[in-house]
DNA sequence: GGAACTCGCCAC
DNA sequence: AAACGTGGCGAGTTCC
């Protein structure tokens, strides 16, 4: 097991503030609406009988009902990969860690029966209902759930929640934040207002490796790293004049796409220490839509003048394995030549982490134990860059008892801090967590050598956690 | 009857 | 040569 220890006075210092910091906010707590939770969880339930139904009347459930002894269960994962893979004898589209068919959403849907739809709805459905509503409800004492923070639980010292997580209510899936983030309110009268980190591990990464390029892509504004390596990766050299037009390759809702799927299927994947063949299937057939085979015309995301299968075919990439071919080259120039000095970075690292035994992190936490190239280059990362928050988050509560604040912090999600505001205060609030997060933290920790930038979301007042927008100060 | 496991899925 | 980092938690299942 890795151990982890503080090494200086101030990283020893920096835990025990936070907790009392962290306790400060458990005690606080968020308001909840309970009437609310209970009537959502019935609407869910009688949402989830009725898709019930419905699974009923599939063949899928006659074969389930021949193949099993005894009750079945629709909820049985199990029961469902021996219908699927054992009984029907389809190919499992993949397996899971040890060895099985999988039966998660990824495989469901590329098997595509009568049935699987639903019952993927109603797993989202009772996701939503068992986790999180009723987690609310089991947790909630006096209109009020005290989410805990811990700081000792997590290898690479960021911290983590329970009772309830706090740390991984929907947001991404509209419908699912909707139904779980609108139980959650700011105390009568007040605002809810949420001030996370920009690319935060990103800067800190960049703190550890001082790469040029990456260091001039961060602090320039008007550069954009992903935007260059989609242009790269999707051959967007005869659209250069169209982009220069629009002003950006994120200007064109198509190369917007492309520049999103090569944030998340390339970049940050990359930067986590994956590789070329998972990257190829991630971008041709996640997110371009195309096949795993040799491409035919007018196949995947549009582009601008047809489809991303002519535009790779006329650049030279005809099939899936060409694209893995290219991806390949891709890796090595990202690492090899576009930002050799953070590849060459990462080398040295895990050679000077083999020789010692040991890593120290920018904050002054040491890492000793067994670890893989990966967790070695990316446990210093994401643990300094939660430290940033952690130092914020208790320099704020500092000057909220000591200014007497009616606006209380109640909760941080690792580089997001959420705060309950009164409206008398939220210019003063925000103007101090600006300055905080800003300019007293690179002061305080001169190892900070990018440029730290916030963004703020707020809800009106006495709305909901669903409410949240993006507001400019 | 509870501990420990697998699987799936939510967040950063 | 190998191949995505960190958590919590619910449900089902298996082990003791």
Known sequence: MTQITATTKEAYKLIHKGALAFGRAERQGFRIDVEYCQKKKEHLSRKIAHLQKKLEETKLIKTWKESI??????????????VLYNVMKITPPKTTKSGKGATDEDALTQINLPGIQLILQIRKLRKMRDTYLDAFLREQTGGYIHPFFNLHTVRTYRSSSDRP?????????KEAMQICRRALFPRPGHQLLAVDFSGIEVMIAACYHKDPTMLSYLEDPHSDMHGDMAHQIFVLDEYDAEIEKAGGLKKIPEFKVLRNA?????????????????????????WGKLSKGKWKKGQGLPMPDGHLSDHLIKNGIKSFDQFTEHMKKIEEDFWDRRFAVYGQWRKDWVKEYQKKGFFDMHTGFRCKGVMSRNEVCNYPIQGAAFHCLLWSFIEVDRIMQ???WDSRLIGQIHDEMLLDVHPDELEHVTRT???VTCQDLSKAWPWIITPLEITNSLSPVDCSWGNMEDIDL
């Open 402 to 404: 000591e200014e007497q």
């Open 262 to 286: 090569t944030k998340n299927g390339f970049v940050f994947p990359q930067f986590y220490g994956d590789y070329y063949g998972n990257n190829a299937v991630s971008l041709a057939c996640e």
């Open 165 to 173: 997580n706090f740390q991984n209510i929907p947001k991404r899936d």
């Open 69 to 82: 002894k005894g009750q079945i269960n629709t909820d049985s994962n199990h029961q469902l990969a021996h």
């Open 433 to 435: 967590i600006q300055k």
